[in-house]
């Protein structure tokens, strides 16, 4: 599962701090980050998901509102005519 699965999911994130992570994880928000090959930090980060579920799930929502807000319908539209306007597309053939 990536990271977009799991927010949309409703999921507290545990991630690295590379790749698409560092832009869709908010630190203590929605889930935590790590420096990469920190097992020692990925391990206290689950550790405090697993000892406090109504953080945990505080989170999970968190992390639903913000694939909501990145990964949503209305965005998704948004991204595809921005993308079609950059092309020199001014409006759409239907």
């Known amino acids: 599962m990536g990271i977009a699965?799991?927010?949309a999911?409703?999921?507290?994130?545990?991630?690295?701090?590379?790749?698409?992570a560092t832009e869709f994880v908010l630190e203590g928000v929605n889930g935590f980050l790590s420096a990469p090959g920190d097992v020692a930090s990925v391990a206290s980060h689950l550790r405090v998901l697993w000892d406090q579920p109504d953080e945990a799930a505080r989170m999970g929502f968190a992390s639903r509102d913000e694939a909501i807000m990145h990964f949503g319908g209305e965005e998704q539209v948004r991204?595809?005519?921005?993308?079609y306007i950059r092309a020199g597309v001014s409006r759409l053939a239907v």
């Open 9 to 20: 999911a409703g999921r507290a994130i545990v991630a690295g701090w590379n790749g698409a």
């Open 5 to 7: 699965e799991a927010m």
């Open 79 to 83: 991204t595809l005519m921005r993308w």
